[in-house]
């Protein structure tokens, strides 16, 4: 298993919700990434967790809150979002031994 | 530190023709290099890396690149384009393996006229 997978593909939500993003990994990566990506515009990073650990935190608002329950499991909780924050979500995993990191397809979000 | 400047947004090229996408970086220590293809509404896939060793690196697609340190360049081409080459294409850059941090430059388009 090779691939990096995202649910839900797409999400619309209010700015008063609350919602999860949910990345999974099978490939034994110790390193997990979540970015955002405007239209036309490289990825962004987020947040990085090594080890189970958060790493870096790229001074992301608080409305944006992640979580690694485990090795294989990246989510990023959502609150009170902006329309601004309407986005791509990408999440990878990193392959230290292959040094190679690995995107899943995205969620595609909309904040109204 | 280290960052990535990819030259042209935007490039076209006829099909059949050379695909030359440009890219700069800045590292104080050895860097790891990378080009990704992304394709509308979809995550980024890698196409081909250099870490060490040699440095003309091939990829996916029948892309490759040239590790060029006296020119701190990473240039990536293919000698025919194809209309599914048509994406928006990423350089990045790492230090060695620490899985830390990509820096990506700000992506080039090709568009690939019939």
């Known amino acids: 298993d090779t691939e990096v997978t995202q649910t839900p593909k797409h999400l619309v939500m209010g700015m008063t919700n609350k919602k999860s993003l949910k990345c999974e990994q099978h490939m034994g990566h110790r390193a997990m990434y979540w970015y955002k990506q405007k239209a036309k515009k490289p990825p962004e990073l987020m947040f990085v967790y090594s080890y189970e650990k958060l790493s870096i935190n790229e001074s992301v608002p608080s409305r944006f809150s992640p979580e690694c329950p485990n090795s294989s499991l990246l989510n990023l909780h959502l609150h009170a979002l902006q329309p601004e924050d309407s986005a791509l979500y990408l999440c990878?995993?990193?392959?230290?031994?292959?040094?190679?990191?690995?995107f899943g397809p995205g969620t595609r979000l909309t904040v109204t | 530190a280290q960052s990535v400047t990819q030259l042209g947004s935007h490039v076209s090229v006829s099909e059949g023709a050379l695909v030359l996408l440009r890219c700069n970086y800045s590292s104080s220590v050895p860097p790891y290099l990378f080009w990704y293809v992304q394709y509308p509404n979809q995550g980024l896939q890698l196409l081909l890396k250099?870490?060490?060793?040699?440095?003309l690196v091939k990829g996916i697609n029948g892309f490759e690149a040239e590790f060029k340190k006296s020119e701190t360049s990473f240039h990536l081409t293919k000698p025919s384009a194809h209309m599914s080459d048509a994406a928006e294409y990423f350089c990045a850059v790492t230090i060695s393996n620490t899985g830390n941090q990509f820096y990506f430059g700000t992506g080039t388009s090709l568009t690939v006229i019939p």
């Open positions: 990878a995993s990193y392959d230290y031994r292959g040094n190679e990191q690995y």
């Open positions: 250099y870490t060490t060793g040699a440095t």
